[in-house]
């Protein structure tokens, strides 16, 4: 199991996060650690997840991120992407 | 000119082409239906009875029209009840816009009456939902909530709009935009497709709700032809080829052919179009996988390599998939492969009884049924036998409850189905347990004066559970026989429809001459409460575990 991040572009506005984490709670990965923060655009914030998994499930979950119409960029960041 | 949050909702509904919406009213929602009222020559609106199956028959209606069906409910009570209905059209891929009224604005967050957090609670079974803060973003938000209904892979998106919403007003020009991210699909590249088909030596195609929704029917029977593919179904997908079609081996999985299940033990090469490998289609996803290629062909990426992994993945609309590849793909021949398939779909042809029994009552009342007919059901036993014995032809005239597997769902289907399908005479097969747990909704299908063929498989137990209870634990029958005393065709009476109790299929026969032109009409059919869905994989199995006779 490998550990990995999940960075994402999202809309800011309220509700936003609870998607994205229930997201990860529905298809059962546990997140390690998470911070959101806004973004010089006030519209949109950034979010660095880390979980951990192997390359299915991080294909899985960056594939469930993009369908989330928050979301407005998704890019998986591990062993082989750093 | 000044417009208020209801009258908005109205003009979206008919810019999106809902002219005809399911609901039931309430306090939340009294200013749309005060517009609703004054907007009848514009939007047709179908009262139910209850709002769950409002649901259902906005859902039957998107699967019969293709395009999103619309419900509308209350705050509270009133959306909740809408859950159900709202988790099945996401687990079907059914365009669905729900729109739900709220307490006002200064309300909110206060538990207040009849107030619940519906975009919170329905978070996980649509597609998006919205929670309109502001009637300056109304119009953007429900044109967004079409759009993404319909698009891509549809689904049900959910508008909870404050009373106070609905009553404050705006002018066109103060309208926002809705700001959505929708991505891009990747670029096809067939070159690893075109080449595992040509190495294939015994293809299958599997076949599933992709290609209905994408209408696909076409270019699914083209490929098949081309390359001496059979095709399989998962039920989804059952009605994209007509069931004479000679390649067409009917429904795979836990209660699929005899042939799907044998061809698809055999064959080296799946090509999976618009399905999604659910496990009810695929048993034990560690063994069905071995000896095969796949390639899988979906317009959710998600859905690639989420249950069992893909040689090739084609990502996009199964329709232009097909399109591109049917431009590249030589013929190639089979005859060997071929004959073997025709072989085994020859084992599957059942010889027909002259006693009340499933296969002779579904045969006989598909014999009064046209090629259009639009068919629902509801789960479980007379479900699964439906999907094997009834001779499907057209898409879009199946209206079943695939992903979630909703008791209940059939008739609240059926009254949208038929609605959408000009009223014409609409069957729907029904259990005594399914029935009763939406059987009020009869009251609409009078009101509505619906030429309903309602046809309750009636054996007086909880027959799926029953079999499972007779197969694995021992016929421990805790709790599936129902021992009630409720007179079907009474009951129909009563709510104003007709009725007629069938014991053999002399009284079917006489009962189906002729059929409904304005009411609804039931058809309690006695039958044995130990008759099996056969043949059967057991769950956690593979194909080779079938079993096809009782011991």
């Not at chain 2, 209850?50 to 409910?73: F, L, S």
């Amino acid at each position: 199991m490998e550990r990995f991040i999940v960075e994402l572009v999202v809309a800011n506005h309220c509700g936003v996060l609870n998607r994205i984490t229930s997201l990860y709670a529905k298809r059962k990965y546990n997140i390690d650690s998470l911070t959101v923060h806004e973004t010089r655009d006030p519209t949109l914030s950034v979010m660095r997840i880390v979980s951990c998994g192997d390359s299915s499930i991080q294909q899985q979950m960056a594939r469930q991120l993009r369908k989330l119409f928050d979301v407005k960029t998704v890019v998986l960041l591990n062993n082989s992407t750093l | 000119m000044k417009k208020s949050g209801a009258a908005i909702v109205i003009e979206a509904l008919c810019r999106n082409g809902a002219d005809t919406v399911f609901g039931y009213p309430g306090g939340a929602v009294l200013p749309i239906y005060d517009e609703l009222y004054q907007n009848t020559h514009r939007i047709n609106h179908v009262l139910c009875a209850h709002e769950q199956n409002a649901a259902h028959a906005a859902d039957g209606y998107a699967r019969v029209t293709g395009k999103p069906g619309v419900v509308i409910a209350t705050s509270g009570p009133g959306a909740t009840n809408l859950v159900t209905g709202i988790a099945n059209a996401y687990l079907d891929s059914v365009p669905l816009v729900a729109i739900t009224g709220n307490v006002a604005v200064p309300l909110l967050g206060r538990d207040s009456f009849q107030e619940v957090d519906i975009t919170g609670i329905t978070q996980e079974i649509v597609k998006h939902n919205f929670a309109v803060s502001d009637v300056k973003d109304l119009n953007g938000i429900l044109d967004a909530a079409f759009k993404i209904a319909s698009s891509g892979r549809p689904g049900p998106v959910l508008v909870d709009i404050p009373k106070s919403i609905q009553t404050d007003v705006c002018e066109e020009s103060q309208y926002t935009l809705q700001e959505l991210f929708f991505n891009d699909l990747p670029e096809l590249d067939l070159t690893e497709t075109l080449s595992l088909i040509s190495s294939a030596e015994r293809p299958l195609i599997y076949s599933g709700g992709g290609v209905v929704s994408a209408g696909a029917s076409y270019e699914l029977l083209t490929l098949a032809k081309r390359i001496s593919a059979p095709v399989t179904f998962s039920m989804m997908g059952l009605t994209a080829l007509p069931a004479d079609e000679p390649l067409n081996l009917g429904m795979c999985g836990m209660h699929g052919t005899g042939s799907s299940a044998n061809v698809f033990s055999k064959c080296d090469l799946v090509i999976a179009l618009g399905v999604r490998f659910s496990d009810r289609a695929t048993g034990n996803t560690a063994k069905y996988k071995e000896g095969k290629k796949i390639i899988h062909v979906d317009i959710d990426c998600a859905e690639i390599n989420k249950n069992t992994s893909a040689d090739v993945e084609l990502c996009g609309n199964v329709k232009t998939v097909l399109q591109q590849l049917l431009q590249k793909l030589p013929r190639t021949a089979h005859p060997e492969w071929e004959k073997e398939c025709a072989e085994a779909k020859k084992l599957d042809d059942l010889p027909m009884s002259d006693k009340l029994v499933p296969v002779t009552l579904l045969r006989k009342v598909a014999s009064h049924c046209s090629a259009d007919t639009v068919v629902a059901t509801d789960v479980g036993q007379h479900q699964m036998w439906t999907m094997q014995y009834f001779p499907f032809r057209t898409p879009r005239t199946l209206l079943t409850s695939g992903g979630l597997g909703t008791m209940g769902f059939g008739l609240g289907a059926a009254i949208g189905g038929c609605i959408a399908n000009d009223r014409k005479p609409t069957v729907l097969f029904t259990g005594d347990g399914s029935f009763g747990m939406s059987l009020h909704e009869l009251a609409t299908a009078v009101s509505q004066k619906l030429p309903l063929v309602i046809v309750i498989f009636n054996n007086g137990v909880l027959g799926m559970v029953r079999q499972w209870q007779t197969m694995f634990y021992q016929k421990h029958y805790s709790h599936t026989t129902l021992n009630r005393k409720t007179d079907f065709v009474a009951l129909a009476k009563a709510f104003g429809a007709d009725g007629r109790k069938i014991t053999c299929l002399s009284e079917l026969e006489n009962a189906l001459q002729k059929l409904p032109v304005d009411t609804p009409l039931v058809l309690d059919c006695q039958l044995d409460m130990d008759e099996f869905v056969l043949p059967m994989i057991p769950p956690g199995g593979s194909v080779k575990d079938l079993i096809t006779q009782r011991n």
